[in-house]
Each structure stands twice: as C-alpha cells, then as structure tokens.
C-alpha cells in the first residue's frame, strides 16, 4: 500500500513494522457480562450488535453503515447498531438515522474509555472507512475475537484475509456492506469461526510485545550497520507528498 501510494520510496529501504495489540487487555475472556453491556447502552438482550469505534468524521463514512442499516433491518428486527466515538459528524448522522427512520435501533455512545469492554458486547464491527492506514479498531475488534466487515482500502487488506479471519468488501459499495452483515446475521456460526481466526492471527503475528520486539532488533540494526544513503538521492519534501482530498457525505472536504 505505502508503495503504490508513494512510488518514490524505494522498497529496499522500506520496513513496515505494523501496529501491535495488547492482547492481555483486549483478551475476550475478560468480559463475560453481556447483560450489563446491554443494560448500559439500553439495549434488548437478545438483540444481534454491530458497532464501530472511532472519530466520526467524514473520511470514515459512516453514512454507508447508516444507509445499510435499513435494509439489514427489513430483514432482521433484533439488531442493534452502536456508534462509539465522538466528533464533527456526529449530528449529521444521528439525523441522517432520523431520517431513514432507525434512530430507535441506533446507540450513539459518544467518547468512550473503555474500548476493550464496548467490543466485547458486539457481535460485528463494521469499518466503512474511505481511506486507511493500519486502523487500531480492526486491530482491537480481532483481537477480541470479534467478526469484522471493512472496507478493502489501505492496509485493512494486510491485516484481513477475505473469508478467513474477517470479511471484506469494496469501500462506498452499500449493498454489498447490507448483503454481507444480512448473510453473517444468518450465520452464527462463521461469524464465531472469522472472530476465532481474528484472535488467533492477531496473537500470533500482531501481539503488542512481538512489534515492540520486531523494532528493538530494526533499530539496533541500523544503529550496528546504518543505511548508506548516497548524496545522489532524491529527496522528497513535505510539498511533494500528495494530498488526501476526501469529500464528505456531509458536504465538507478533509
């Protein structure tokens, strides 16, 4: 991704040491109390929860979950969207909700502090994000064992293999989002096989201390044999990366 994106950097001076988790913190058998999750966000025990956690701005289309959501609850009454997390865009959906008329099945949580305890209580986390580097919400809701729909944009498709420890789908692609959380609803079992492969690729290839590890020796490697960097190269400046010019649903440019 960082080399379609940036073309100039050269790939043998390039080393990606991806986000880690603490897998300690966000370890699924820490929280067992889904009935309490459901009575802090008022929410029908028996409902099916699909969420999303982060900053509610433009870039993270969030409209996509909101549109789908009316045709998922067509077909199944018993769901629950959360969206937790604060930011610019927040009224703008809580009306775009009102006016699709499932605000009565939508739980705006505003900030919240405890991340690892709000992934606990759902049952899918949904990322529609327009543009992605390596987004700490996926990482988390895998680690916690949770199955995750996204969108196939920046390094999402580094950390999910389709159809094995997670599912992805083509970003702005509503009706595939809609087709994808409807066929998962219907299948409780795959959605505990994708979430039981997200926790088991996220301890054995992203667990926090094997990162901080996987750094330590980088950095002592450069400090024991430092890269030769010819005064010939060509430098970049600021200037010259490109800009992220992603227009909102809303109307407004990040």
């Not at 010259?240 to 909102?248: F, G, I, Q, R, T």
């Amino acid at each position: 991704h960082l080399h379609k994106a940036f073309p100039f950097m050269p790939p043998d001076q390039t080393h990606v040491i991806y986000n880690g988790v603490d897998v300690d913190k966000f370890d699924p058998n820490r929280f067992a109390d889904r009935q309490a999750f459901c009575q802090r966000h008022n929410i029908p025990t028996h409902h099916r929860i699909i969420g999303t956690v982060g900053r509610l701005d433009g870039i993270k289309n969030l409209p996509m979950l909101v549109e789908a959501s009316k045709d998922v609850l067509h077909h199944f009454d018993d769901v629950t969207f959360v969206i937790a997390g604060d930011g610019m865009e927040k009224q703008s959906l809580m009306q775009l909700a009102r006016e699709f008329d499932v605000m009565d099945h939508f739980r705006f949580t505003g900030f919240v502090d405890d991340v690892p305890q709000l992934l606990s209580g759902l049952d899918i986390l949904a990322h529609t994000a327009f543009s992605e580097g390596v987004p700490n919400s996926v990482l988390e809701a895998m680690a916690m064992g949770k199955c995750v729909v996204a969108t196939d944009v920046g390094g999402v498709p580094e950390l999910i293999e389709d159809g094995i420890n997670g599912v992805l789908i083509p970003s702005r692609d509503v009706e595939k989002l809609t087709w994808t959380l409807c066929d998962l609803l219907q299948k409780p079992s795959k959605m505990s096989e994708l979430g039981a492969a997200a926790r088991d690729h996220i301890e054995t290839n992203l667990n926090r201390q094997n990162k901080l590890n996987e750094l330590e020796s980088f950095l002592q490697g450069l400090a024991d044999d430092p890269l030769e960097i010819s005064e010939s190269s060509e430098r970049v400046e600021l200037y010259d990366l490109p800009d992220l010019d992603v227009k909102s649903p809303f109307g407004r440019r990040w």
